[in-house]
Nanobody, 121 residues
Framework: QVQLVESGGGLVQAGGSLRLSCTAS?????????MGWYRQAPGNQRALVAT???????NYADSVKGRFTISRDNAKNTVYLQMSSLRTGETAVYYC??????????????WGQGTQVTVSS
C-alpha cells in the first residue's frame, strides 16, 4: 500500500551521531500533514521520538530535546532525524510514520518497515 522506506540505521558508539532518512511515495506524501519518528525496543511499546507537520511545527520527546532534530525536504518527500549524543538506552528499531497531526502526535499512521539503531557502550 503506502510506501515509507527508512534508511540510515546502524551501529554507533555512545556519544556518536546518526542521521535517519524516510522517503514516502509522492502521492501519499502530498495528502498528509504530519510525519514522525517512533522507536521500539524489545519488550517495550512503540514510543514517540519526534514529529513534524507540513507547516513546520515540531514536537520532541523530552528525553531527546536538544540532541535530536527532525526536518523535512518537501522536494524529495523525505523526512530526516538527526541524532546526536546517542545513548545506549536508545538502542531500538526506529520507525518512520506518516499521517494526520494531533497535538504533536501523528494519528491514522502509516508505518515504514523500521531501521535498527544500535548504540554500543
Amino acid at each position: 500500500q503506502v510506501q515509507l522506506v527508512e534508511s540510515g540505521g546502524g551501529l554507533v558508539q555512545a556519544g556518536g551521531s546518526l542521521r535517519l532518512s524516510c522517503t514516502a511515495s509522492r502521492s501519499i506524501f502530498s495528502s498528509i500533514n504530519a510525519m514522525g519518528w517512533y522507536r521500539q525496543a524489545p519488550g517495550n511499546q512503540r514510543a514517540l521520538v519526534a514529529t513534524i507537520t507540513t507547516g513546520g511545527a515540531t514536537n520532541y520527546a523530552d528525553s531527546v530535546k536538544g540532541r535530536f532534530t527532525i526536518s523535512r525536504d518537501n522536494a524529495k518527500n523525505t523526512v530526516y532525524l538527526q541524532m546526536s549524543s546517542l545513548r545506549t538506552g536508545e538502542t531500538a528499531v526506529y520507525y518512520c510514520c506518516a499521517g494526520i497531526s494531533d497535538y504533536g502526535n501523528v494519528r491514522l499512521r502509516k508505518w515504514g518497515q523500521g531501521t535498527q539503531v544500535t548504540v554500543s557502550s
